[in-house]
């Protein structure tokens, strides 16, 4: 078997889909992707498809460090996100030919199904209770909130009260038995994080998630020893075992790294084995379409350290298109009482709508992420 054509399409709200071609007729589908710049890892997949057309497809490790070694400079978000996709894909048509899910060549299903959360309340959670209250009804027993939209990364005492108070809201929705994730998105300063998860420990929340920029990662030891309690998850913007193992040494709790920006099933399903020698637990983050959701999926049926699952359904970035546009059979991403079931389903286990594929590539998206500006009209973080 050789791969014989690589096609990406630009298809909204933001994402980036890969569609490898096989010799024999087997196709595999990936998400190469970084939201914002979905033009640039589309240039860089056109780079490395000129090393894979020819190749033979199942040699999927050989081709991750070609791919991700053979260049002089390497890594990143636009090359690993290129390399994350193209690998998808890859696995995608290696179990399309054995007729085998994914996670049965990982080794095999270590659960049955795996808990996902919803996202609630978008960057200004005017409607916090009413929306967490209608997760709950939909089944989730988990919720993730942003804690505060624009913020001064060295918060006031109203800042931190307001993110305390919304919390605490959600806690009173979810009662004692369901969970809440507060994400920070980088927007703290490391003195501001520690301060803030302080003072969300009472609230127990699930996890506090990237309270540094991940650049400030060299702080993060100072935030997980002020959390006390308050379990600290980070990982969407690294992109390799080589960005977590500080992290993880800085002791992170949970590990989220994301299957579209990470080097893929290849590289993620290492990240996990390198979490558990810490004693941390697998949270893959997906805010992102289909392929990226079921690569994920197959990684924690077969990740014994695993945690939650994120999931994009009713996210307030999506607009025009959500998780269910692109496929044929909504099945896989049907949640019962806030699980996703496993599929025996070969590869990655979903089936993509190609017509509307090649449909919505012909008005190609060009998505960017908003730019704010603090009161004094100097940047903020978005
Ligand atoms: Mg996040």
Same mark, same amino acid.
């Given at each position: ?59 999927? #490790? ?72 209608? &997760?709950? #009804? ?37 009662? *004692? ?51 006390? *309690? ?5 990982? #969407? ?38 979490? #558990? ?13 289909? +392929? ?5 999926? &197959? ?7 695993? +945690? ?75």
């Amino acid at each position: 078997m050789k791969i014989t054509r690589i096609e990406t399409f630009l298809v909204p709200p933001r994402w980036l889909f890969c569609r490898i071609e096989t010799d024999d007729g087997v196709v595999g589908w990936g998400e190469p992707v970084v939201e914002g710049r979905a033009e640039v890892v589309r240039a860089a997949v056109d780079v490395l498809a000129e090393y894979l057309i020819g190749q033979d497809p199942l040699r999927i #490790e050989d081709h991750w460090q070609v791919m991700t070694r053979g260049g002089f400079y390497r890594g990143g978000p636009v090359l690993s996100s290129a390399v994350a996709g193209i690998d998808q894909a890859l696995w995608d048509i290696a179990g399309k030919s054995y007729g085998a899910p994914v996670h049965a060549l990982l080794g095999g299903p270590v659960r049955d199904r795996a808990r996902v959360y919803a996202w609630v309340g978008g960057d200004s959670p005017a409607q916090l209770a009413d929306d967490i209250a209608a &997760q709950v #009804e939909a089944g989730f027993t988990a919720v993730k909130m942003n804690a505060a939209g624009r913020v001064s990364p060295h918060p006031s005492v109203a800042e931190i009260n307001g993110v305390v108070g919304r919390v605490a809201t959600a806690r009173e929705v979810l009662g *004692p038995d369901r969970d809440v994730a507060v994400d920070c998105h980088g927007r703290f300063s490391a003195a501001g994080a520690r301060r803030l998860v302080h003072e969300l420990a009472p609230l127990q929340p699930l996890f506090v998630e990237e309270p540094l920029l991940p650049d400030q990662d060299n702080l993060l030891a100072g935030v997980t020893a002020a959390a006390g *309690p308050v379990p600290i998850a980070t990982g #969407e913007r690294l992109y390799g075992r080589a960005g977590f193992l500080p992290a993880l040494q800085a002791g992170i709790a949970v590990a989220q790294p994301d299957l579209s920006h990470a080097g893929g099933i290849s590289e993620v399903r290492r990240i996990a084995s390198l979490a #558990e020698t810490f004693g941390a637990h697998l949270a893959p983050h997906c805010p992102l379409g289909p +392929l990226a959701l079921a690569a994920s999926l &197959q990684v924690v049926f077969a990740t014994p350290n695993f +945690l939650i699952q994120e999931q994009s359904l009713g996210i307030h970035y999506n607009k025009e298109a959500d998780l269910l546009s692109y496929v044929l059979d909504p099945e896989p991403f049907r949640f019962t009482d806030g699980y996703a079931a496993r599929t025996d389903l070969p590869g990655l286990g979903v089936q993509i709508d190609e017509s509307a594929v090649r449909a919505a590539d012909r008005a190609p998206h060009a998505w960017r992420n908003p730019v704010w500006r603090h009161e004094d009209g100097s940047f903020a973080e978005w």
